[in-house]
């Protein structure tokens, strides 16, 4: 990630120089001219010195999320504008390049303007801007007495990101509301270490479900992106994170499976430690968890990283009908409008956020209730899960 900073700020940079163009035909006045530059200089800078300093990033993480933050406010809307831009220098090749024209460069600040308003406000309320994803999903093989059995999904949590009490409890009231009769939480509780859980405790233990509250651990609650004094610490940690989960009511899966009776009838619920493709960590381990589920079990799992499911799901010797997972956090920016939907995520994950289904199974991808990096969520909003189980 280092070695690829110089390029984004440069690059940053060299679209900042062709979108000033479109400032300079409107305005001469100096203090904006000025200001223009001043504000992405010292940005850039600061990014620079902060991720290229030996360990820097690592103790101020909060510091490098700003300073990435302020940059996005900055490039993001004028990249959307300089299409317009390159499409008027197209026509000026063929015109003799005359000077720019003003009504073209106030329809590129306009067209600007709109991406920096919407990522005002994912920056500033979309953190906790909740949205209630409903499914309903039919399976031939479902139990009987499972038929509008309903199921909230949670994940990535990241507890250590949260500063408002108020937007946390907002999202605690609208999980309960749904009024599912199972709750389960697919990974990330925390960002690094277990005591950033301590403050929200009392919050997350208010969950309610009727049938239990289940949960599986995601890359980021083993501490494996900090520095430990010692692998006893490190060890201590995660120790102590086990016992937060059951602190606040979920019963912690790891590789293992249970049974969720209802009605004399049954349905295996089973739970993998963190699986990911890449540089992630494979604690999971599916063979182990469903080593004492009957044959003819009807099979959910929770399991953090969507590429699991291609990896290893999909073919596994036992019929996994239902995938939960998160991870994603859909980037926390993007577009999903009338059915249309992108990430940059997409480029990284096949399956980054809702559903899908292959060979009769299905995986559905949370974008996460809480947020990391980037201090707020732009157009992939902070998500709760509710899935209807159907017969049919």
């Given at each position: 990630?280092?070695?690829?900073i110089p390029f984004i700020v440069a690059l940053w940079l060299l679209i900042d120089l062709y979108f000033f163009q479109a400032v300079q035909t409107l305005t001469a006045n100096h203090f904006i001219l000025w200001g223009y530059w001043l504000y992405?200089?010292?940005t850039g800078t600061a990014i620079l010195y902060v991720a290229l300093s030996s360990g820097l990033s690592r103790k101020f993480p909060a510091l490098i999320s700003f300073l990435m933050t302020l940059m996005l406010i900055s490039f993001i809307p004028k990249l959307c504008a300089i299409p317009i831009l390159l499409l008027e220098d197209i026509?000026?090749?063929?015109?003799?390049?005359p000077p720019r024209s003003t009504?073209?460069?106030?329809?590129?600040?306009?067209?600007?303007?709109?991406?920096f308003v919407g990522l005002l406000f994912g920056l500033t309320h979309g953190r906790h801007y909740y949205q209630v994803k409903k499914e309903t999903l039919r399976f031939a093989d479902l139990p009987d007495a499972f038929e509008g059995f309903t199921i909230t999904q949670l994940s990535d949590i990241h507890s250590g990101s949260f500063s408002s009490e108020k937007g946390v409890e907002k999202g605690i009231a609208l999980v309960n509301e749904q009024n599912s009769d199972l709750i389960l939480f697919t990974g990330d509780l925390v960002n690094n270490r277990a005591t950033e859980m301590d403050p929200w405790i009392p919050a997350f233990s208010t969950l309610k479900a009727s049938?239990?509250?289940?949960s599986v651990l995601g890359n980021h609650d083993y501490g494996d992106y900090m520095k430990w004094e010692s692998k006893g610490h490190k060890q201590a940690n995660l120790t102590r994170l086990k016992k937060v989960h059951q602190e606040i009511g979920f019963r912690l899966l790891l590789n293992e499976a249970v049974t969720i009776e209802k009605d004399g009838q049954h349905i295996a619920l089973i739970g993998v430690e963190n699986w990911g493709k890449g540089g992630f960590h494979k604690y999971g381990d599916l063979d182990k968890a469903t080593a004492n589920v009957p044959e003819d079990a009807f099979r959910i799992l929770?399991?953090?990283?969507?590429?699991?499911w291609d990896a290893i799901t999909l073919d596994h010797e036992h019929h996994i009908h239902l995938t939960l997972a998160g991870h994603t956090h859909g980037m926390q920016f993007g577009i999903e409008l009338f059915g249309f939907k992108w990430s940059p995520i997409k480029y990284v994950y096949r399956q980054w956020a809702g559903l899908y289904q292959k060979n009769g199974k299905y995986l559905y991808v949370n974008r996460g209730f809480g947020f990391l990096g980037l201090k707020g969520r732009v157009g992939i909003w902070p998500e709760i899960t509710v899935i209807t189980l159907m017969k049919g």
């Open positions: 990630m280092k070695q690829r992405d200089l010292l026509t000026r090749l063929f015109r003799g390049f009504w073209v460069s106030e329809l590129a600040l306009i067209i600007a303007a709109i991406p049938y239990g509250k289940f929770m399991s953090h990283d969507p590429s699991h």
